[in-house]
């Protein structure tokens, strides 16, 4: 089991900045990607940014320019600073990894995907 915990959500002003930070932590044996989501009242979860294992970075349009994914990976941490932030901005925002585990009974290695808790970001004046 992998656990994601993440941190560093909160309340800003609009034109403000906020980074978030995403831990996992178990039974990982790689991880290949790693990606913020956002939930927003009434709409269907979003993603935001993702970053493969290799540095690879993507964005959703709305954020290109303004936010930016980085990770590391000794550290099993993805980050997203998010500068010049918009009232549309205002969401939860979810961790998630695309990992590796290695059972050591026999079955081998099984690709599997976990989500954080969320964390709230709330832009507004």
């Known amino acids: 089991q992998v656990q994601l915990v993440e941190s560093g959500g909160g309340l800003v002003q609009p034109g403000g900045s906020l980074g978030l930070s995403c831990v996992a932590s178990?039974?990982?044996?790689?991880?290949?990607?790693m990606g913020w989501f956002r939930q927003s009242p009434g709409k269907q979860r979003e993603l935001v940014a993702a970053?493969?294992?290799?540095?690879?970075?993507n964005y959703a349009d709305s954020v290109k320019g303004r936010f930016t994914i980085s990770r590391d990976s000794a550290k099993n941490t993805v980050y997203l600073q998010m500068n010049s932030l918009k009232p549309d901005d205002t969401a939860v925002y979810y961790c998630n990894v695309d990992y590796y585990r290695n059972y050591t009974d026999g079955r081998g290695i099984e690709r599997l995907n976990s989500w954080g808790q969320g964390t709230q970001v709330t832009v507004s004046s």
């Open positions: 178990g039974s990982i044996f790689s991880i290949n990607a």
């Open positions: 970053i493969s294992s290799a540095g690879n970075t």
